[in-house]
């Protein structure tokens, strides 16, 4: 039972979708404004823009001083620097929700479309539509715009992958560093000493130099006691000598 309710809901909803999508945008009531009034500020501001030359429209812009008509005028200025002669009006989009009305006025160049964009906002104190925001945009083919979200996505892909490589390279130097400390780091005294091998060499040098103080002083007492006893100095033999 539940499922076949929630199925006449979901054909329910269908249907008004449909029957909206089918409403005629001239018989709708965007809040008070009838469609010929919406109409006619699109076409009306498009028709004086496009008729003016370069040094005119920069005179208007310096003289405006409405911000929103500035900003159409300068939105106009550099949208349709470079597309050539104007060629007419196309379609005309309007569209309602949530007390707002979007109006997209469509203009014909050689190389390309372009879309003069109204935002229209129903003012609860004033009891009517008011323009909020206005601006002038190229017109892209689908390819133009899978296109450009390609490039999007790989720029934003290669920064990706670019970030990682970075953050690789840092961790590695965190290996080279402490060789790199190591290598300016100076040698203590203490460290030396401790590092010098102990050569086991000089001990026979040693033993050398007191083997022949003992013989020099062998002779020096050989010959005292001989010249006190009157004796030759190789008349007898010392056996030991005990130092103290």
Same mark, same amino acid.
């Not at 479309?113 to 323009?131: A, F, G, H, N, Q």
């Given at each position: 039972?539940?499922?076949?309710?929630? !199925?006449?809901?979901?054909?329910?909803?269908?249907?008004?979708?449909?029957?909206?999508? #089918?409403? +005629?945008?001239?018989?709708?009531?965007?809040?008070?404004?009838?469609?010929?009034? !919406?109409?006619?500020?699109?076409?009306?501001?498009?028709?004086? !823009?496009?008729?003016?030359?370069?040094?005119?429209?920069?005179?208007?812009?310096?003289?405006?001083?409405?911000?929103?008509?500035?900003?159409?005028?300068?939105?106009?200025?550099?949208?349709?620097?470079?597309?050539?002669?104007?060629?007419?009006?196309?379609?005309?989009?309007?569209?309602?929700?949530?007390?707002?009305?979007?109006?997209?006025?469509?203009?014909?160049?050689? +190389?390309?479309?372009?879309?003069?964009?109204?935002?229209?906002?129903?003012?609860?104190?004033?009891?009517?539509?008011?323009?909020?925001?206005?601006?002038?945009?190229?017109?892209? @083919?689908?390819?133009?715009?899978?296109?450009?979200?390609?490039?999007?996505?790989?720029?934003?892909?290669?920064?990706?992958?670019?970030?990682?490589?970075?953050?690789?390279?840092?961790?590695?130097?965190?290996?080279?560093?402490?060789?790199?400390?190591?290598?300016?780091?100076?040698?203590?005294?203490?460290?030396?000493?401790?590092?010098?091998?102990?050569?086991?060499?000089?001990?026979?040098?040693?033993?050398?130099?007191?083997? @022949?103080?003992?013989?020099?002083?062998?002779?020096?007492?050989?010959?005292?006691?001989?010249?006190?006893? #009157?004796?030759?100095?190789?008349?007898?033999?010392?056996?030991?000598?005990?130092?103290?």
């Amino acid at each position: 039972m539940k499922k076949k309710i929630s !199925l006449l809901l979901c054909l329910m909803f269908a249907l008004l979708t449909f029957s909206a999508c #089918g409403e +005629d945008p001239t018989t709708v009531d965007y809040y008070g404004t009838g469609y010929d009034t !919406l109409k006619e500020v699109a076409e009306s501001n498009v028709g004086q !823009l496009s008729v003016m030359s370069d040094d005119e429209l920069e005179a208007v812009a310096a003289n405006m001083t409405n911000e929103l008509m500035l900003k159409l005028v300068r939105s106009w200025q550099t949208t349709t620097a470079d597309l050539g002669v104007y060629q007419g009006l196309g379609e005309l989009v309007v569209n309602k929700a949530n007390g707002t009305v979007t109006v997209d006025q469509y203009v014909e160049y050689p +190389d390309r479309e372009i879309v003069v964009s109204y935002v229209w906002e129903y003012d609860y104190t004033e009891e009517m539509l008011l323009i909020t925001d206005i601006n002038v945009d190229l017109v892209y @083919t689908l390819g133009e715009k899978m296109t450009k979200a390609g490039l999007n996505t790989l720029m934003g892909m290669g920064t990706v992958f670019a970030v990682l490589i970075l953050i690789s390279l840092i961790i590695y130097c965190f290996r080279i560093i402490p060789y790199i400390q190591g290598l300016g780091k100076k040698k203590t005294p203490q460290e030396e000493k401790e590092k010098t091998p102990v050569s086991s060499a000089p001990a026979p040098v040693a033993a050398k130099e007191v083997m @022949t103080d003992d013989l020099e002083l062998i002779a020096v007492i050989s010959a005292a006691i001989a010249a006190e006893e #009157g004796v030759p100095a190789d008349s007898f033999v010392v056996r030991s000598i005990h130092r103290r």
